[in-house]
Antibody, heavy 120, light 112 residues
């Protein structure tokens, strides 16, 4: 079964750090780009970051650029998001999502998400 | 930030046909980038419903159809069923933003 399972969320103080993980299974990990998409409580979807199949190319939304870092580990078939200098507006459910293989312009598999709450 | 505009809500009786619009600009859908659609139920992850403007992934009923013309795209649900009640989002790529995938504002579908 193709699956993405996120972990690492929790409560963090403003200015603090958190590292999210996404464990992938059921598909050839190295063939796909991956992304983080977040959803603030009661709000819509917001793309956060993505990384291509080999980890060479990364992109970030302006709202997190310079604070968040995306990475991947082929041996562990896992995706990560290092979140530094977090702000209240980073509070959201963070989903890991797989980009389509041949035309990586849509997200074809999603994880259930891990909740991040930024609060003092 | 959402640069794709959707109506906040649409509703219809069971069996009816409803449509959801998604309006972009010359940097995203109007620039030729494909539009995709996602379905989300409360407390669950989004699910890809339509990709490449009008294609359905395996397992998606043919009651769902998509189209695109210029800067606008539409999702149609025909033969509306109670189980279709949820949130729907369009998504595209925007060349004016740094490496950016963009989502629509979202539409809540209510089955009367």
């Amino acid at each position: 079964e193709v699956q993405l399972v996120e972990s690492g969320g929790g409560v963090v103080r403003p200015g603090g750090s958190l590292r999210l993980s996404c464990a992938a299974s059921g598909f050839p990990f190295d063939d796909y780009g991956l992304s983080w998409v977040r959803q603030a409580p009661g709000k819509g979807l917001e793309w956060v970051s993505d990384i291509n199949w080999n980890g060479v190319s990364t992109n970030y939304a302006d709202s997190v650029k310079g604070r968040f870092t995306v990475s991947r580990d082929s041996a562990k078939t896992s995706l990560y998001l290092q979140m530094n200098s977090v702000r209240a507006e980073d509070t959201a459910l963070y989903h890991c999502a797989r980009l389509r293989r041949w035309e990586p312009d849509a997200f074809d598999i999603w994880g259930q998400g891990t909740m991040v709450t930024v609060s003092s | 930030q959402s640069v794709l505009t959707q109506p906040p809500s649409v509703s219809g009786a069971p069996g009816q046909r409803v449509t959801i619009s998604c309006t972009g600009n010359s940097s995203n859908s109007g620039a030729g980038y494909d539009v995709h659609w996602y379905q989300q139920f409360p407390g669950t992850a989004p699910k890809l419903l339509i990709y490449g403007n009008h294609n359905r992934p395996s397992g998606v009923p043919d009651r769902f159809s998509g189209s695109k013309s210029g800067t606008s795209a539409s999702l149609a649900i025909s033969g509306l069923q109670a189980e279709d009640e949820g949130d729907y989002y369009c998504q595209s790529y925007d060349s004016s933003l740094s490496g950016s995938y963009v989502f629509g504002t979202g539409t809540r579908v209510t089955v009367l």
